[in-house]
């Protein structure tokens, strides 16, 4: 009867989890309603889990990660409308559950590794509110718990691709507060072990990606440091796998994500070097690879919005030559993604920081235009 209990609770995380998709791309009334059914899903989830922690002390594993799972997923509802300080009560709330059966247990792996996965998402909660304190607090909570799991068990690949994960999220705290050899240092520290993982099973896809995007991360460091060519090497090296894994299986769309964003580094970097040619060559690829997967899949917000700044990228290069005519010509292109960008925009939710340059690039994209190449 407890299993069944407990099938039936798995069930709803499943659809609800299906429904917070819905939420994330659906428009206008089906979103609301979305919304509306997920948390009462979850809240029937939440409630269900509690009656079972009441009756067994939330001392079985499955049953106490129904309820700290119910409180996540009502979290990241909260999170994606804007309510932050709700979602870290949600997200606290479940962190506190597994804390304490975690010091119950401390010798339980599972338990410790539940535990590190609740301190990252609370330190994704607080990086998204701009509290980096905070955050990067968490993130060395959930390192320290990973790095005493490696310890353990050194060869459990699992543990080991998480610890560099944590050194990732550390990363990007120091180099957010300006602590660019700190990020070096960590970054480096999960490349080592994206390297040795992608070695010790080099068919894998998921380590060949995370190797790219340690050596992504790197690059970005080395900018920082003012070691530009040093920056390029890593890009390169990232765009090689990501190469590779889209010819391995071309209609991945997170493949054709990772080769625009990889393109779109290197072009940065080249033309901050000095090299206006590579730079809009890299580009083009860029927008070239977003192209394909935004026809795969229908006009959206980030495809739209990556093709805006693809043509953006390589028109204030030429503008910046002298060459007003091809210029124009990408200004326009950029124009007309932007227009697409906004017709979508009207039936979701843009308030995304990733979004919120668009107005104001777009805005100097139609003064350019007016001013008719002056």
Known sequence: ???????????????????????????????????????????????HAAELAENKAVSNFNTAVDLADAQIHVADLLDDQGKGGAALAEYG??????KALAAAEPGNPIWQHALSLYHTRIGDSLKAANNLTDAAAEYGAAWQIRSALVKQEPDNPIWRRDLAVAEIKLGDMALAKGDFDGAAQHYRNA????????????????WQRD????????????????????AIAQYQSALAIRERLHTLEPDNPAWQNDRFVAHLRLGDALAENG???AAIAEYRAALASRSMSSTATGPNLAGERDVLLGHIKIADLLWQRGNRPEATEEYAAAERAGVR???LAKT?????????????????VRDRLASGGN
């Open 348 to 364: 979701a939710d843009v308030n995304n920081p990733e979004f919120r340059w668009v107005p104001s690039e777009l805005k100097r």
């Open 341 to 343: 960008l906004e017709a």
């Open 211 to 230: 190797l790219s995007a340690g050596q992504i991360k790197v690059g970005e460091a080395l900018w920082a440091l003012g070691d530009l060519p040093g």
């Open 275 to 277: 090299d206006a040619d």
């Open 1 to 47: 009867a407890e299993f069944i209990e407990l099938s039936v609770a798995r069930e709803r995380h499943l659809a609800g989890a299906r429904l917070r998709r819905v939420w994330r791309v659906a428009a206008g009334l089906a979103v609301l309603a979305a919304v509306a059914a997920a948390f009462a899903g979850y809240a029937l989830d939440r409630k």
């Open 191 to 206: 490349l080592d072990m994206d390297e040795r993982l992608a070695r010790d099973d080099p068919h894998d896809a998921q």
């Open 93 to 98: 709330a479940a962190l506190d559950m597994v």
